[in-house]
């Protein structure tokens, strides 16, 4: 999948924009990550990609995976195996196995929570993976957003400003395979339910470089033959 050049060039770096979302499937406790977000990470260890993350995505990802990866779900499945016990539709042996399985889940998740920071701590640290941070250019690049009246969130704009800013400068030192893994709809140069363009934003990411995937498999939607090729004006 991340092995064939976007650009016909065999031996060229495809640089990679992810996001919160991308840290998140990494990083959530007791779950496989999705394989195309793990390939895209073993891709950029042995230098097929290089992969960047807004320095404001991680704070991002570790709120979210405490809000939304609590083993909250325990708590209501064990109440259905104490009720089926009681109403005889499980026996003795199953509902212990369940109460046993629960308790494994509750554990492996509060393991998980507990070690988040060094589990993002080695994401973001792997061979690769290159941190921005919220320098003068995508300050500048940000302040530019808000004239052109681009309706954004202010963490949505940050990391929108961080991707042209550093996609900007990747093109004008002559870099052609230049993409952002963006599976929030918000930031797409497309509408979500009808895919017609929203110039404002494909204007943007055309000038930068730029191009969106809406996924992490760096195929769809097809990036034109020559995009990212012509010089930047």
Not at 200 to 218: I, M, N, P, Q, R
């Amino acid at each position: 999948m991340l092995l064939t050049p976007a650009c016909g060039k065999a031996n060229q770096v495809r640089h990679v924009f992810v996001e919160t979302n991308w840290l998140v499937t990494l990083a959530a406790p007791a779950r496989n990550p999705p394989p195309d977000a793990l390939e895209l990470r073993d891709s950029a260890r042995d230098g097929r990609i290089r992969i960047y993350l807004p320095a404001c995505c991680i704070s991002e990802a570790r709120k979210t995976i405490r809000q939304k990866f609590q083993p909250k779900e325990a708590d209501r499945l064990r109440s259905f195996v104490q009720w089926a016990s009681e109403k005889d539709h499980l026996n003795h042996e199953t509902a212990e196995s369940a109460r046993m399985m629960l308790s494994s889940f509750e554990g492996h998740v509060n393991s998980g929570l507990d070690k988040l920071n060094d589990t993002l701590l080695d994401i973001t640290k792997a061979a690769g993976v290159e941190v921005l941070p919220l320098d003068d250019a995508a300050l500048g690049m940000s302040l530019e957003l808000h004239f052109k009246e681009v309706e954004l969130s202010e963490f949505d704009r940050a990391v929108l400003a961080t991707v042209l800013s550093k996609g900007q400068s990747l093109r004008d030192r002559g870099e052609t395979s230049v993409s952002f893994c963006e599976l929030d709809s918000g930031l797409w140069p497309w509408q979500k339910k009808t895919g017609r363009p929203r110039s404002e934003f494909k204007k943007l990411y055309d000038d930068a470089g730029v191009w969106v995937y809406s996924d992490f498999t760096l195929t769809s939607p097809e990036r034109p033959e020559g995009f990212g090729q012509t010089t930047r004006k």
